[in-house]
């Protein structure tokens, strides 16, 4: 808690500060300078810029202080870790603020996944700030776990460390003036509001913009992040592990020398393995510093930009009255990172006071939330006559091709090989069993199946395999631990990550997670997965019903580009 | 009330707009560009910018729309007249929304003037948003009409035009870590905070923006502008009647190449011949414009920056989902105004729609405030002996000399001339009755006396004269007209203005005012004060006891560099 009194004695020198970063050069981000100063700090936060003495100093000559990192907008169930975890791996590269979609869990848990996160985030060494999931369920296509209406929401509204409303996927439904997410966004207004348009331009974004939505991370092109600014939209730059705009869009702000500070920074969704090689919002800074950003602006839009944006008070600058989240360089340009400090406490240190996780407190809807009929071999029997629909995968993309093609047959059955693998989907949430199957090409496994029960955005079970006892081995199996990864290669269980919480994240350390991950990825490969193909991620977005041509949902094989189930 | 699904309608396209303005040259606070566009405004609120058509449609071509401008500070009681009539006077010249802090009325009526100034600021066709009084009373050195504490303030914590904290003018309590103003520094606290503190620097500033102080208006050089704002307090750039800080802040931002997105512009005090003659913040973006900022950036100063720094979600741009508050220019450079629109109505006939005052329904306090005793000519014999304090009044500059000079007397009485003026405070709020004479140098004042009842901070009633009756007569006019600007000349009264509303604002229209206030000012100069000296406006700042060297209030001569009563 901010004591203004101490700070204020502190800010004067009638009292010694706890702590002074001495000689530094500070980034501060409202004049865009860079300034020699001593920065104190008491009980931890920013009582003073200027000469200080402390109980602990320390030297920062020929380096830079800049404030914390701001992430404007992730989803923490991607990185399969619980906050904790996450915040472990980020804040020793800059991170001292998340702004989180939990939109993941709230599709597999509704409001008691949203009051777990809030329970999980909890008193880290990390400022973890909330955006109500806005599209939940997130079409009708396929049964999720939950539905999150405006009336879930309303006990959440007033938490303090819930902002706003997330990303607004269903920006068909606001250009359609759609009741229920009208709903929603009245009852945030004026409160930040995300915006996940892809594409979205001219009269119809202009309606997206007057519904309320006030950022958009999905530009991809400088141009369509162009025209959502000038639209009113503050522009969240992502740079993760799929999606890279960072060299677009800051390229074209470079070249156009644009103004910067309704710009700012996030991942969205970035893996634990590309966070322990480049950092975190780190990574952001530094890309744009080598595309020609002027560094101070490049910092600026890693805090001061998305805490304005986001309405936090204390944090983004390195300024009295703010909090002691900062970051240390050696390297202005490279961002080399000397030392993080969080709240005034160094990262390591800091990060030995997180409290273990303990499942007994978690909602055991969040904890037993895989609850798929047990699958037979029998069940997946496919009967195909003549052509028939093939989702096809598109080397390097998340869009698929729809083939109408003649697959291998025995008995009227579609018989799986090495081109054409079978897929499956199965409802995992307890409410209908459904179960479906549909050939899938391009994935290439042979001699097994592996099954996820991280499949965006319902979250049901997928499976992929060239014979359906694996394939159904692999589904019981995941059913059994709880939700996860699962390889199973001629029969016996090859490997796992169990994911226990919503079948989404594990409550492993992250280093643990990261090396069982890669292991899995590994074998997996290793049965004639093209290397271009991520084994369970791309079978985690082939249940996605929005992205084109044709995807597999519990309910069936969805025409995205009709918009409709085959 | 702004109807998104409306707005979409329209938006894209399915509705037509009420009004668009076409071919437009639309200045995009977002980007900093000037593009090509249509606006569409549907109920007041622009839908769209793109292509667009309206039931009406007002040709824009080689026109500049930019957003209605912003007032981020002023008192509207240096005025003279009721928030209506102000709007009558600003809106033409295109500040849209005001930001206002009724210090003055609140020093008089307490809870009752705050409440006056939220109720008769309703449904006008300016935004009017209100600071509550920090510094209620200012001084423990002057009785003034009410206290206004954090207990005070509570109820109107919640009202949605209440945005924070008005200027904490005691910064030396501040720095001192006084509890009374850090309990009113709590209550609001992560609002909006305005400051006042001409002159801080070094550790004392931090520990005032450690305080939680976030902006500054006192600034008069570039030096203290640029070193508040690098402590984090957004700098509003004032110009107003007595203070005129723009050409050294906005000189220093040019010069610098410094971002200007931390600053915005106020008027703090401009009176209604100025505004009659160079309009109100378009002013500022003018002044600005001349010393070489870009246009762009002078609009955004005037505009978004201060919607961000007070946490305005719906002004400061054109862009859809904001209210059409929008200012036409037939000249960018020049900031020459074609045209004014308030909710998308154009600015005549929005003036057309505001109701007339209605004294019946205002606070019994706010209308019947001078409580003055009444005064004989007796009363105000000053007895001296040898040499006395005197306070001369120093040209073309708020602050005193403190001077220890013979008077002239008679009978051991003081006898004002020419050269030595009677000055004389006394009590008007009922509770005391206190009354206070001493020498006056500078004013020159001949034949005659004159008294007003706005006189900061505590707006007792001050006199002056150079003959006991007249100062008499004077005072007891003003107490019979229940406060304003009184003129006796030879013995009769020879001018008035009545402000009746707390002893500051008037009634009438603002042409009016101003044409009387004119008269009386032309007839006090008449008699032998110099032409330098405002007759009425420089009383109103002897007995403000925060101004440098010797003030006299209503419990008597106040040394200011001692700050203690003589």
């Known amino acids: 808690m901010k004591n203004p009194k101490k700070l204020i004695e502190v800010a004067t020198g009638r009292e010694v500060a706890d702590l002074v970063f001495k000689n530094a050069n500070v980034v501060n981000v409202f004049t865009g300078e860079i300034l020699p100063a001593d920065v104190a700090v008491s ?27 701001i992430d404007a907008h992730l989803h923490i169930e991607s990185t399969m870790v619980l906050p904790a975890e996450l915040v472990r791996m980020v804040l020793p590269s800059g991170t001292t603020t998340m702004i989180v979609d939990p939109h993941e869990i709230v599709n597999v848990c509704g409001a008691q996944g949203m009051q777990f996160m809030l329970n999980a985030s909890e008193n880290l060494p990390c400022n973890l700030y909330f955006m109500l999931p806005s599209s939940v369920p997130a079409t009708p296509f396929e049964t999720a776990g939950a539905d999150f209406t405006a009336a879930d929401m309303a006990p959440f509204v007033g938490h303090p460390r819930v902002l706003g409303l997330g990303e607004v996927m269903c920006f068909t439904d606001v250009v359609g003036g759609g009741d229920v997410i009208l709903e929603k966004l009245a009852q945030l207004s004026p409160r930040p509001v995300d915006g996940h348009a892809p594409g979205l331009t001219g009269k119809s974004l202009q309606a997206y913009a007057a519904a309320g939505v006030k950022t958009e991370h999905e530009g991809t092109t400088f141009a369509e992040a162009l025209e959502k600014a000038r639209a009113g939209l503050a522009i969240l730059v992502r740079e993760g592990s799929a999606a890279h ?31 322990a090689r480049d950092g975190h919002i780190r990574w952001n800074v530094k890309l744009a510093i080598e595309l020609g950003m002027k560094p101070v602006n490049a910092i600026r839009m890693a805090s001061w930009n998305a805490a304005v944006e986001y309405g936090l008070a204390d944090v983004g600058a390195i300024a009295p009255g703010y909090k002691a989240d900062i ?32 499942a007994e407190k978690a909602q055991p809807r969040v904890m037993q939330s895989v609850k798929a009929p047990k699958v037979t071999a029998e069940m997946l029997a496919l009967p195909v006559n003549g052509k028939t629909d093939v989702i096809d995968m ?16 025995q008995n009227g059955l579609f018989v799986p090989n090495e081109t054409y693998t079978k897929l499956c989907v199965v409802e995992r949430h307890g409410k209908n069993g459904n179960l479906v199957v549909a ?10 199946a592996l099954a996820t029960s991280v499949a965006h955005d319902s979250h049901n079970i997928i499976a992929a395999g060239d014979n359906d006892a694996d394939i159904a081995k692999a589904i019981n199996q995941l059913s059994k631990i709880g939700g996860g990864y699962v390889l199973v290669k001629n029969g016996a269980i090859a490997g796992q990550v169990p994911l226990p919480v919503a079948g989404l994240m594990s409550t492993a350390p992250a280093t643990e997670v990261e090396r069982a991950t890669h292991k899995i990825i590994k074998k997996a490969s290793a049965m004639g997965i093209p290397y271009y193909v991520d084994p369970f991620i791309s079978l985690s977005f082939l249940a996605l019903p929005v992205i084109p041509s044709i995807r597999l949902t519990d309910k069936g094989l969805f025409n995205v580009d009709t918009f409709e189930l085959i």
Chains 1, 2 share one sequence.
Not at 439 to 448: E, S, T
Request: charged share 20%.
């Open 43 to 69: 009980d931890g936060w920013i009582a003073g810029v200027g000469q200080y003495s402390g109980k602990q100093e320390i030297d920062c000559t020929d380096k830079y202080l800049c404030p914390g990192f």
């Open 245 to 275: 705009n960072l060299a677009a869009i800051v390229g074209g702000l470079v070249d156009n020398d644009l103004p910067t500070n309704r710009f700012m920074f996030c991942t969205d969704d970035k893996h634990l393995d590309d966070i």
């Open 327 to 358: 970051v240390l360089l050696s390297s202005l340009k490279q961002v080399e990172i000397d030392a993080v400090y969080k709240d005034g406490i160094e990262a390591r240190q800091a990060l030995q006071n997180i409290p273990a996780f303990d």
């Open 394 to 409: 598109v080397p390097y993309q998340l869009v698929t091709n729809h083939l109408r093609e003649e697959v291998p047959t």
């Open 439 to 448: 050939p899938l090409k391009g994935y290439g496994i042979v001699g097994g």
